[in-house]
């Protein structure tokens, strides 16, 4: 059976061991008294892109190693979901059945309009639509699935686990301990969780929640019980939100340092993260890496939102 691999083409036999992999770190100019980088992890794949790699990268291949009959991969996600979208890519690449339950039963009839859920049934992913007060408690949903499922693979929404977190712990690697701040957008929290636990103890890790959820910190800590990380609301808003000073700074930093960044979760981390330096947040001097974590797919399903309010839309480089 195929595996899912750390790095290269899908065809290629896991054999339990990580290749060296280059991803590039590149210093953003940024003004102040401090230095910023980026760490281009949306660059690890085209289409399985970013922290979404390394947080399904455990998940999969644990699961394939159990040697499922007919194996399936089911997980959870909203209309423009990032995780969809890869869970998707990932089931086409390693020729495996994916199904998305989608939060908004509204959907059914219309989501062939919508270019993430029209890209994940393109890469063969299944739909079921719920509603959104169905959604919201995913328990008594889980456990239908595994009911009707008994082989298949549920993962969490965001893809947000304990192997998850053990995933993200290849985001760093020698290069990035030279940082004083290690800097990452928050959802689910897998993410944030894992370059806590695996950061050197002289780091800083700040996570830039775009999701005004309370419940963040406590998941966060619960996967990570290590090490204390500070958080920043950064979600202008409400998560998926985006203001017309979100799509002006997007566009500037793409047209400045012919970088893209998507709207919800690495371009409004950027925002923050200059507003704080043009504050003086950062001690002078201070090294400050951010990690983009890919989703550059919701570009286009922001510009079909930003388009029918007639509004500015996301510059595509």
């Known amino acids: 059976m195929k595996r899912f691999p750390a790095f290269g083409k899908f065809s290629e ?35 399985i892109s970013g922290n979404k790699y390394w947080k399904l990268f455990y998940n999969i291949n644990h699961y394939l190693d159990s040697q499922p009959q007919e194996p399936l991969i089911i997980t959870f996600g909203g209309a423009y979901s990032n995780h969809i979208s890869a869970v998707a890519a990932l089931g086409k690449n390693l020729g495996i059945r994916t199904l998305g339950i989608i939060r908004g039963d509204e959907l059914s009839d219309r989501w062939m309009y919508n270019p993430t859920l029209h890209f994940a049934h393109c890469c063969g992913m299944d739909f079921r639509f719920v509603s959104r007060t169905a959604y919201r408690d995913k328990t008594p949903l889980t456990l239908q699935l595994k009911n009707e499922f008994p082989n298949a693979l549920v993962v969490p929404e965001g893809g947000t686990n304990l192997l998850a977190v053990e995933g993200v712990r290849h985001m760093l690697n ?5 940082f004083d701040y290690l800097c990452t957008a928050v959802g689910t929290g897998g993410t944030v969780a894992g370059i806590s636990k695996f950061s050197n103890e002289n780091q800083k890790v700040m996570g830039f929640k775009v999701v005004d959820d309370q419940s963040v910190e406590k998941r966060v800590s619960q996967l990570s019980p290590i090490r204390k990380v500070e958080f920043m609301e950064a979600h202008f808003g409400g998560y998926g939100k985006i203001t017309d000073e979100n799509v002006r700074f997007i566009n500037g930093f793409s047209e400045s340092f012919g970088i893209p ?40 399903g922001a510009n079909t939102l930003l388009a029918k309010q007639h509004r500015t839309l996301i510059e595509k480089i």
């Open 261 to 300: 960044l998507d709207p919800v979760y690495t371009g409004k981390m950027m925002q923050k993260i200059f507003e704080l330096i043009d504050q003086g947040f950062f001690p002078e001097n201070s090294r400050i890496l951010a990690f983009h974590t890919g989703g550059l797919q919701g570009i286009d």
């Open 13 to 47: 036999i896991y054999p339990m061991k990580l290749p060296e992999i280059h991803i590039p770190i590149i210093e953003i100019p940024a003004g102040g008294k401090v230095r910023l980088f980026m760490k281009r992890e949306d660059l690890v794949h085209p289409e």
């Open 174 to 178: 020698e290069e990035t301990k030279s």
